[in-house]
């Protein structure tokens, strides 16, 4: 039983917060003046923050942290 849970646990990928590459991710779009895009994803629900959209995908979450950062509010 313990043999397949780990097995199932592992089959998953772990996507990790790297907040080195997303902390340069959005000082670079500042740099540019980009502005963020609306989210226009699956998973947002009502409640959520950035952090919950790591599970489901990193440029999601990465996307998401500079849309806060930049409007200074959630989706």
């Known amino acids: ?6 097995a199932e646990v592992m089959s998953r ?16 779009m500042l740099e540019k ?5 609306e989210y226009k ?6 409640g959520y923050t950035c952090r919950d959209l790591l599970r489901y995908n990193w440029t999601q979450y990465r996307n998401c942290r500079y849309y806060y950062r930049y409007h200074g509010r959630y989706y």
Do not use: C, H
């Open 41 to 46: 994803g699956t998973y947002w629900r009502n």
């Open 13 to 28: 990928p772990f996507l990790a917060e790297k907040p080195e590459e997303v902390d340069a991710y959005i000082k670079s």
């Open 1 to 6: 039983m313990q043999a397949q849970l780990n």
């Open 33 to 37: 003046n980009i502005k963020p895009e």
